[in-house]
C-alpha cells in the first residue's frame, strides 16, 4: 500500500463519449498522487482504445462478459495500490479540488470510514444529483437534496447511511475489515443498493459515512442505466434492497423494518398490474422469490457479518442513519 495514495476504480460499459471530461478533469487535480484502474465491462465502442490512446499510463482491466458494477469494482480493487480507494462513475467531471477535499475529511477522524462528494447534475449545474442516502422505517431510501437547488443548506459535513456509488472515497483499511470473502461489494448484487450494503457494513463495524460539501463534481444521472429495461434496473434494486436488509439489520430492527418494506413491495407490484405494467410487477416478484430462494447462503451470510463484523448495535446507529419523510416523499415516486 502507498501512504497518500488515491487508487481510482472507473468501471466501464460502452461510455466512450463520457470519458473526456471525466478523465480530462481527472488530469488537472490539485491532488497529485492517484492511479486509475480502468475496468471494461466487455464494451463494444472504442473505450479501451480511446483510453489508451490518451492516458496510456492507466492500468486497464477487460472483462469478457458484462460483469456489472459490482463484481466489476470486486475485481478492481484486486490491483489497487492507494492508501485510499475512489470509485468514480465514469459519467462524471470533477473539480479540482475535490479530491483534496475529499481525503482531507478522510484523514481529520480515524472513525471516518468513508466519504461522499456533492454531486451536481452535469446538465443542471445549480441542482443536486445527491448528498447521500438515509434509511427510513419503511426500508426505502430517503434521497437527501435529491432534485434540489443547490444551496447553503448543503453546505454542512453531516452524518450519511449510505454514499452514492458516482463519487465516494474509502480507507482501505476499513475496506479491507468489512470484505466478505474477499469482496468488498456482493457480487450477487449486478448493480444498485451495493454501496448501501457495504456502507451499511461499515456502520457496524465502528466506522462512519460522511458527506463532504467542499468536494464537488458533476454528474450524468443515469447515463449507463438509461439504456437498460426498467423492469430490469428495479428487478436488482428490489432484490438486492431486501436481501442487504436480511444481511444487515439487528434482530429487532428486521422485524421492523422487513415486514413493512415486503408489504409495500407486494403493493408496488400490485399496483404495477392494475397499471397494466406487467413486466415491473413481475419484475419486483422475481426480486421477491430470488431472495425466498437463496434465504439459506443468505443466512449464512448473515451470522458472519453479525457474529464478526459487527461492534455496533443499531441502538446506537440508528439516530445517525435514519430519517422519517412524510407521506408526500413517497407519493412522489409514485
Not at 101 to 106: D, H, I, K, Q, S
Request: glycine residues 6%; aromatic residues 14%; contains cysteine.
Amino acid at each position: 500500500m502507498v501512504k497518500g495514495l488515491v487508487s481510482i476504480i472507473i468501471v466501464n460499459w460502452n461510455g466512450v463519449k463520457w470519458l473526456p471530461d471525466c478523465f480530462g478533469s481527472l488530469a488537472q487535480q490539485e491532488w497529485k498522487s492517484f492511479e486509475i484502474i480502468f475496468v471494461d465491462n466487455a464494451s463494444n465502442d472504442e473505450s479501451i482504445a480511446w483510453v489508451k490512446r490518451h492516458y496510456p499510463e492507466t492500468k486497464i482491466i477487460k472483462n469478457s462478459t458484462n460483469l456489472g458494477f459490482s463484481h466489476a469494482n470486486n475485481i478492481g480493487y484486486k490491483h489497487v495500490r492507494g492508501e485510499y480507494i475512489l470509485f468514480l462513475n465514469n459519467d462524471t467531471r470533477v473539480t479540482k479540488t475535490f479530491l483534496t477535499e475529499l481525503v482531507n475529511v478522510l484523514k481529520t477522524d480515524n472513525l471516518v470510514g468513508g466519504v461522499q462528494s456533492k454531486i451536481l447534475l452535469m446538465d443542471k449545474p445549480d441542482t443536486l444529483d445527491s448528498v447521500g442516502a438515509f434509511l427510513t422505517p419503511t426500508g426505502f431510501l430517503y434521497h437527501y437534496g435529491f432534485g434540489k437547488k443547490d444551496s447553503a443548506i448543503y453546505d454542512k459535513q453531516i452524518d450519511l447511511y449510505t454514499a452514492k456509488g458516482a463519487c465516494m472515497i474509502f480507507r482501505k483499511d476499513v475496506l479491507d475489515s468489512v470484505a466478505i470473502e474477499g469482496n468488498i461489494f456482493n457480487p450477487s448484487y449486478f448493480a444498485y443498493f451495493e454501496e448501501t450494503d457495504m456502507c451499511h457494513r461499515i456502520w457496524l463495524s465502528g466506522y462512519r459515512i460522511v458527506y463532504a460539501y467542499k468536494s464537488v463534481i458533476r454528474h450524468k444521472m443515469g447515463a449507463t442505466s438509461s439504456s437498460m429495461n426498467n423492469a430490469y434496473i428495479q428487478y436488482h434494486s428490489f432484490k438486492n434492497r431486501i436481501n442487504s436488509y436480511i444481511l444487515n439489520l439487528g434482530p429487532k430492527e428486521l422485524c421492523k423494518i422487513l415486514p413493512i418494506h415486503l408489504s409495500l413491495c407486494f403493493c408496488f407490484a400490485f399496483l404495477s398490474f392494475a397499471r397494466f405494467n406487467f413486466q415491473l410487477g413481475w419484475a419486483v416478484l422475481r426480486a421477491l422469490w430470488w431472495n425466498a430462494k437463496n434465504i439459506k447462503k443468505t443466512l449464512k451470510t448473515r451470522k458472519y457479518i453479525q457474529d464478526i463484523l459487527r461492534v455496533q448495535s443499531d441502538k446506537k446507529i440508528f439516530p445517525k442513519i435514519m430519517r422519517y419523510p412524510g407521506m408526500s416523499y413517497y407519493l412522489s415516486f409514485m
